[in-house]
């Protein structure tokens, strides 16, 4: 009996049936519309589309690595020279003949010899004696397609630099109301680079993260640029019209430099090659090379300890202390404002919260104007003791801020009627005297929790 061979031959449109093993003829259905890559690569097929650049291509999406929907590589031509943070686009076309660009932006680029499989056939291929291909691979990070379709760039696709429409669209311009585009710096080609204001004022988010190597400024002093971008440029005046409440504060906590920002700075001329750059790139910014310091700016900083009557003086030696102003707070204003919070470093730990909301309570509740002073002195009173003439004073912040304020209610007093303090020291000394249990003017009480607190 011969056996019966059920398998087609090589090259046969015949397959067996999978249960009686009998070959039959079946039609083989290509997956792909029109061709493939080996014959018509529909999807970088592009002549006829819109949009599409009419210059030589940077490069194409690598085909030996995955393109997918968040990153792909790409092999650099080698008559560009692609550079990080540039704007790049690639276009594909749909099944529905509809053409959808990628919008990307240059993260990394690195090089290579291909054919080079080990250290020493570095040697070998540089005197010729070991065929190679030097290549470049960018790596593209996409930050948009438009339209809004969420597929991946199509392998062996060319890419652009994004120029003119696309690179609004990949700065999504095209997204931005008129006028609220506000240029937040330089990418490494001298191109401007924008945020819309709606990001900033509230309208559409109220935020900034500036990230940076630490302790050489860089953070800083990005902060310092993009407010003078918003209050000193044209571009920020746009941006902001309507909006002339807006202001900045800055806290300077690493020296002195902050404290002189309305200040011309030495190096900003042509002479320093700092200086000149910066000038080449503020040309860019805001079409002018000097665009001087901020205009607008008031300079506050800590009094220096003064006797109580006298005017108070800055204590800064990095300018005229006749146009900077003094601040602190006296002892009427920190109690009536409830400011003992910021005293402390860090409330959270243990039970130092619960503490301070009631001592800030008591406080206020102890606290009357001093009679005859302008300087906010205050004259602590036992609002329980049976000093003649002391209304009952709430026990609520609400209303003892409220009676504090008001002084038809709370009205001065005189400093035989209880402990006169007129400076942080003097009240350091008085909260000392009342939550430390050992001091002969103790008077708040220890309840079960351990930090009770009674007037």
Request: aromatic share 8%; hydrophobic share 40%; charged share 25%.
């Amino acid at each position: 009996m011969t056996e019966q061979n059920t398998f087609p031959p090589a090259g046969s449109d015949v397959s067996p049936d999978p249960v009686t093993g009998v070959a039959a003829e079946v039609e083989f259905v290509p997956l792909t519309r029109v061709g493939d890559v080996t014959g018509e690569d529909r999807r970088n097929h592009l002549e006829g589309l819109d949009g599409i650049p009419g210059g030589d291509p940077v490069g194409l999406v690598d085909a030996s690595t995955d393109a997918s929907t968040q990153t792909a590589n790409v092999i650099v031509d080698d008559a560009v020279d692609l550079t990080l943070d540039t704007f790049v686009m690639s276009p594909q076309r749909l099944v529905d003949d509809s053409v959808l660009f990628h919008y990307g932006i240059v993260t990394e680029v690195s090089g290579r010899i291909e054919g080079a499989e080990m250290a020493t056939d570095t040697a070998r291929l540089a005197a010729s004696t070991l065929p190679g291909q030097r290549f470049r691979r960018a790596e593209v990070t996409w930050i948009r397609t438009h339209p809004e379709r969420y597929l991946p760039p199509s392998s062996g696709a060319p890419i652009w630099v994004a120029a003119d429409t696309h690179r609004r669209r990949a700065l999504f311009l095209d997204k931005m109301a008129d006028g609220e585009a506000i240029p937040i710096g330089l990418d490494m080609n001298d191109e401007l680079v924008f945020l819309p204001y709606s990001f900033l004022n509230g309208d559409r988010g109220a935020h900034v993260s500036i990230s940076g190597k630490s302790g050489v400024a860089t953070k800083t002093s990005y902060a310092l640029f993009l407010l003078y971008m918003l209050f000193e440029s044209d571009w920020g005046t746009t941006a902001r019209v309507g909006s002339s409440h807006d202001r900045a504060v800055v806290f300077s906590v690493k020296g002195s430099d902050l404290c002189v920002i309305d200040k011309p700075n030495n190096r900003f001329h042509a002479d320093d090659e700092i200086g000149a750059d910066a000038m080449a790139q503020w040309e860019l910014l805001v079409g002018r090379a000097n665009p001087g310091p901020f205009t607008d700016v008031g300079v506050y900083a800590p009094a220096e300890e003064a006797a109580p009557g006298h005017d108070p003086v800055a204590d800064i030696s990095v300018r005229d202390r006749g146009d900077t102003h003094p601040y602190g707070w006296s002892p009427a204003r920190l109690v009536e404002a409830g400011l003992l919070e910021y005293v402390f470093d860090d409330l959270e730990s243990g039970q130092l919260s619960f503490i301070e909301q009631v001592v800030r309570l008591q406080l206020l509740r102890w606290a009357w104007p001093l009679e005859g002073d302008d300087n906010g002195r205050i004259v602590f009173i036992n609002p329980e003791g049976q000093v003649p003439s002391v209304p009952s004073v709430p026990s609520t912040w609400e209303s003892a801020a409220r009676q504090f304020r008001t002084h038809k209610v709370r009205n001065p007093r005189s400093a035989v009627d209880g402990l006169v303090v007129e400076d942080l020291d003097g009240l350091v000394e008085f909260v000392s005297g009342k939550v430390t249990e050992s001091s002969r003017r103790f008077a708040f009480e220890v309840g079960v929790s351990g930090v009770g607190v009674r007037g």
